[in-house]
């Protein structure tokens, strides 16, 4: 298992990626979710260091990063495409949340509404083989985490987007996040998170989807599977219009075949953009939400906001970890303008992101990482 893969360590309020990898190329395929306790994590991570076998290409196999789903989104956001982000949520004391809060920062995240508390950090470990199979071991039992009675309205006030990722085990925090956010006139997107969650919680998903609080939701291609009964042969598009009954927009990403959309009765399928090397899938889904938020905070047509999720979708798995680098974002960007795309307007950028705790009336889009 470790002679031919990787690791993926995610810690943080939406967790933290630490990527260890063996051998140079992975393709999209299936992943797995199983929880485990800490003793259990740390002999994982014990394992995988004792086999860790030297990189092909002269780059570190480890990295360590601030990450996880919806922090993923919000940082994409915000670095590559200049939209006020922010994070609702908690991290513990420890070194991996001083890590999470000092690389969003850096990322231009807004974190005036992140409460540190006393205790641990979420972490995941995530190991990743040659064909990009990954097997995820989340450890969040012992995690620090907001109750539902942490939310103030104050939080939402001035933004346009909750950004949320379905969690079985934090529903009263969602449920409640929402609430508040839709007394602020706030939309509501909604990660479907892993199959794993859709085929054990759907029909507290469909519950949730039967509120009509989600504007927008996204689910990949095996979450759509199981949305609609879990059969092996099944047609994307029939999930489509499942999510479409309760959602004014409903995505469903379908890796190197592209994406498919809808928005009222205007249904459109794009392809995946440009010729991206595949290096790791982690976060291509996270960013492919990240590119099609920015569109809609700038009111384009469904077609290109797809357009703009693909070729930022496309940007994040051209190297380790859910975070986009320099050098991608810039791939991004010729992809986007060969594309003839709205490019981001990035000059003020540096500005805003240090002077968004005074512009709470210009906030985009929010995170809720309980």
């Given at each position: 298992?470790?002679?031919?893969?990787?690791?993926?360590?995610?810690?943080?309020?939406?967790?933290?990626?630490?990527?260890?990898?063996?051998?140079?190329?992975?393709?999209?395929?299936?992943?797995?979710?199983?929880?485990?306790?800490?003793?259990?994590?740390?002999?994982?991570?014990?394992?995988?260091?004792?086999?860790?076998?030297?990189?092909?290409?002269?780059?570190?196999?480890?990295?360590?990063?601030a990450g996880g789903s919806v922090a993923n989104t919000?940082?994409?956001?915000?670095?590559?495409?200049?939209?006020?982000?922010?994070?609702?949520?908690?991290?513990?004391?420890?070194?991996?949340?001083?890590?999470?809060?000092?690389?969003?920062?850096?990322?231009?995240?807004?974190?005036?509404?992140?409460?540190?508390?006393?205790?641990?950090?979420?972490?995941?470990?995530?190991?990743?083989?040659?064909?990009?199979?990954?097997?995820?071991?989340?450890?969040?039992?012992?995690?620090?985490?907001?109750?539902?009675?942490?939310?103030?309205?104050?939080?939402?006030?001035?933004?346009?987007?909750?950004?949320?990722?379905?969690?079985?085990?934090?529903?009263?925090?969602?449920?409640?996040?929402?609430?508040?956010?839709?007394?602020?006139?706030?939309?509501?997107?909604?990660?479907?998170?892993?199959?794993?969650?859709?085929?054990?919680?759907?029909?507290?998903?469909?519950?949730?989807?039967?509120?009509?609080?989600?504007?927008?939701?996204?689910?990949?291609?095996?979450?759509?599977?199981?949305?609609?009964?879990?059969?092996?042969?099944?047609?994307?598009?029939?999930?489509?219009?499942?999510?479409?009954?309760?959602?004014?927009?409903?995505?469903?990403?379908?890796?190197?075949?592209?994406?498919?959309?809808?928005?009222?009765?205007?249904?459109?399928?794009?392809?995946?953009?440009?010729?991206?090397?595949?290096?790791?899938?982690?976060?291509?889904?996270?960013?492919?939400?990240?590119?099609?938020?920015?569109?809609?905070?700038?009111?384009?047509?469904?077609?290109?906001?797809?357009?703009?999720?693909?070729?930022?979708?496309?940007?994040?798995?051209?190297?380790?970890?859910?975070?986009?680098?320099?050098?991608?974002?810039?791939?991004?960007?010729?992809?986007?303008?060969?594309?003839?795309?709205?490019?981001?307007?990035?000059?003020?950028?540096?500005?805003?992101?240090?002077?968004?705790?005074?512009?709470?009336?210009?906030?985009?889009?929010?995170?809720?990482?309980?």
């Open positions: 298992m470790y002679m031919e893969g990787g690791l993926t360590l995610l810690k943080g309020p939406g967790k933290e990626f630490c990527n260890i990898r063996f051998g140079s190329e992975f393709h999209t395929s299936l992943y797995f979710v199983m929880q485990v306790c800490i003793e259990e994590l740390n002999y994982i991570l014990a394992e995988v260091n004792a086999h860790i076998l030297p990189s092909r290409d002269d780059l570190s196999p480890i990295r360590t990063i919000i940082r994409g956001l915000s670095a590559g495409f200049g939209i006020s982000t922010g994070i609702i949520g908690a991290c513990g004391d420890d070194s991996q949340g001083h890590l999470f809060v000092s690389n969003m920062s850096f990322s231009g995240v807004d974190l005036t509404r992140l409460r540190t508390k006393k205790g641990h950090t979420a972490q995941c470990a995530c190991l990743v083989d040659a064909s990009g199979n990954r097997t995820m071991r989340p450890c969040l039992s012992s995690a620090v985490k907001l109750q539902a009675n942490d939310f103030k309205r104050e939080d939402f006030k001035g933004s346009k987007w909750l950004v949320v990722r379905y969690a079985r085990q934090n529903m009263e925090q969602i449920l409640e996040a929402i609430r508040i956010a839709k007394q602020e006139g706030l939309l509501v997107s909604l990660d479907l998170a892993s199959f794993e969650m859709v085929r054990d919680y759907r029909l507290q998903l469909i519950d949730l989807l039967e509120t009509g609080n989600i504007d927008l939701c996204f689910a990949n291609e095996d979450e759509a599977r199981e949305l609609i009964g879990g059969e092996l042969t099944f047609d994307p598009e029939e999930a489509l219009g499942f999510l479409g009954e309760y959602c004014k927009w409903a995505v469903v990403t379908l890796a190197s075949k592209g994406c498919i959309a809808k928005h009222g009765k205007q249904v459109v399928e794009v392809a995946a953009t440009g010729e991206s090397k595949a290096v790791d899938a982690t976060g291509a889904g996270d960013l492919f939400a990240s590119g099609f938020l920015y569109g809609l905070v700038k009111g384009l047509p469904l077609e290109e906001c797809c357009k703009v999720g693909a070729c930022s979708g496309g940007s994040v798995v051209r190297a380790l970890g859910g975070e986009v680098r320099p050098e991608n974002w810039q791939w991004m960007y010729k992809q986007m303008h060969a594309s003839h795309l709205v490019l981001p307007d990035l000059s003020n950028s540096t500005e805003e992101f240090t002077t968004q705790a005074s512009k709470k009336e210009k906030q985009d889009c929010w995170t809720d990482c309980c």
